[in-house]
């Protein structure tokens, strides 16, 4: 099985390709949620390229985002409130976030349960 790197070329990549297409149903389904809950604080966990960060941060929430990868890290500086680094879900702070966000990033995780249980801690 081939390890996918998470390099500037993998960003490039969602950002000319398959986004495209997820972004305008993925944002169709996460605007009336963000609309109905109006969240304070939202964390985009696996930010990547940082592709919804203005849809997040149109309620009005401070939005911070998080990934493993240094290159989306780098490339969501500026356009979030607070952009850091994780190993994995295990590192969110307690009780933080009114809502995360999440999209294309579970099938990279290998223990589901532990993650959606981590976020709801969070």
């Known amino acids: 099985m081939r390890t996918q790197t998470y390099d500037e070329s993998y960003?490039?990549?969602?950002?000319?390709?398959?986004?495209?297409?997820?972004?305008?149903?993925?944002?169709?389904?996460?605007?009336?949620?963000?609309?109905?809950n109006?969240?304070?604080?939202?964390?985009?966990?696996?930010?990547?390229s940082g592709a919804y960060a203005g849809v997040l941060k149109a309620t009005g929430a401070d939005v911070e985002a998080c990934d493993t990868s240094e290159a989306a890290i780098q490339a969501c500086r500026g356009l979030y409130h607070r952009v850091f680094a994780v190993r994995d879900s295990s590192d969110l702070a307690s009780g933080r976030y009114d809502l995360i966000f999440s999209t294309e990033?579970?099938?990279?995780?290998?223990?589901?349960?532990?993650?959606?249980?981590n976020f709801h801690r969070s």
Request: with cysteine; hydrophobic share 45%; net charge neutral.
């Open 11 to 36: 960003f490039e990549d969602l950002t000319s390709g398959w986004n495209r297409i997820s972004f305008p149903m993925i944002s169709a389904i996460v605007r009336p949620v963000l609309e109905r």
């Open 38 to 48: 109006r969240p304070r604080i939202v964390l985009d966990f696996g930010c990547g």
């Open 105 to 117: 990033v579970l099938e990279h995780i290998q223990d589901h349960r532990a993650a959606l249980a």
